[in-house]
């Protein structure tokens, strides 16, 4: 059986821009692609929205750069390897009884 799509695309990108001619000319053709979207009117800069529509970008890119934040804070965090979960281990039993050796859970 074959990869993912989603790991095909990741390992052509990770190829792509491993060689920095490569990136280069694949940048240039997104600035040209973006150029041509714009002139023709399928894309449009933030000065050509309307007042409204502008207000609704920018509030989309604060949300968007808050979620990118959130993630990149938890891909940093540094956690412990998790503890075994031990059931019965045995432990000294220190009740006013005495000293006595018994089987207890930790929790």
């Known amino acids: ?12 990108r990770a190829r792509r821009n491993a060689d920095p001619d490569r990136r280069e000319n694949y940048l240039r053709s997104e600035r040209k692609r973006w150029k041509m979207n714009t002139e023709e009117g399928k894309k449009k800069t933030i000065s050509d929205l309307s007042d409204r529509a502008e207000r609704q970008k920018r ?7 808050r979620r990118h934040e959130e993630r990149e804070a938890f ?8 503890r075994p979960n031990i059931q019965h281990a045995v432990q000294p039993d220190l009740s006013p009884q005495g000293s006595v050796w018994r089987a207890k859970s930790i929790p």
Do not use: F, L
């Open 59 to 65: 509030t989309m890119w604060r949300k968007a750069q």
């Open 1 to 12: 059986m074959g990869k993912p799509a989603a790991e095909r695309q990741r390992e052509y």
């Open 75 to 82: 891909s940093n965090i540094n956690t412990p390897p998790q």
